[in-house]
């Protein structure tokens, strides 16, 4: 079964351009998590979805982020405009509902970004 | 937000030693999960746990749910190179399915 996908892997793009990172969770999961992980703050929950809503966005570092989930099998996470500070590694995880594993989260290979 | 503390930061053992390491919480959590990840990669799930006091085993890797069920601890025996990584603890209370993760352990085996 394939697992988490995101894309791009990597982006480099220059300060004030927009950045849209894109997530497939694993197909039957109804939740979806964004994640920002750097050296400093480590692995931070950005916001999560469950049944294509947003539930929390509270990890949301301001109103630079936003995220979308239009249907079950995507999501995106835009930054505009992008600031050399959002600079980290993006993951997306996904997980389900049901017992007996219910809420075990699947992470993706991540995108890595970098703000010149 | 919530914190999760790992210990130890890190750890550098010899191929063929046990390793230990452990995740506390001043809140009480349902459910633990343990990670391993290798750089340039996402985390990886190991283990499990859904009940205090359980102890479960995934190959070499051992963890357990604490009985108070503000820690849990992982276990690896007779460690191997490609054990090197970062652990991560997570928890998650009840009434969501947000998890919290900790600081990680990073591992180095040394051959």
């Known amino acids: 079964d394939a697992g988490v996908i995101q894309s791009p892997r990597h982006e480099v793009t220059e300060m004030g351009q927009e950045v849209t990172l894109r997530c497939k969770p694993i197909s039957g999961h109804n939740s979806l998590f964004w994640y920002r992980q750097t050296m400093m703050r480590g692995l931070e929950l950005l916001i999560y979805?469950?049944?294509?809503?947003?539930?929390?966005d509270s990890g949301m570092p301001e109103d630079r982020f936003s995220a979308k989930m239009p249907n079950a099998s995507f999501s995106t996470l835009k930054i505009q405009p992008s600031e050399p500070r959002d600079s980290a590694v993006y993951f997306c995880a996904s997980s389900h509902d049901n017992r007996p594993r219910a809420y075990e989260q699947y992470f993706g290979p991540g995108t890595r970004l970098t703000v010149t | 937000g919530q914190q999760l503390n790992q210990s130890p930061q890190s750890m550098f053992i010899q191929e063929g030693e046990d390793v230990s390491m452990n995740c506390t919480s001043s809140?009480?959590?349902?459910?633990w999960l343990w990670y391993k990840q290798d750089p340039g990669e996402g985390p990886v799930l190991l283990i499990a746990?859904?009940?205090?006091?359980e102890l479960t085993s995934n190959g070499r890797l051992t963890a357990q749910f604490g009985i108070t069920r503000k820690d849990s601890f992982l276990n690896i025996s007779a460690s191997i190179p490609s054990d090197v990584g970062i652990y991560f603890c997570a928890g998650q209370r009840s009434g969501g399915n947000q998890f919290y993760f900790g600081t990680g352990t990073s591992l180095t085996v040394i051959p």
């Open positions: 746990l859904y009940k205090a006091g």
């Open positions: 979805f469950n049944n294509n809503v947003p539930i929390d």
């Open positions: 809140s009480i959590f349902n459910t």
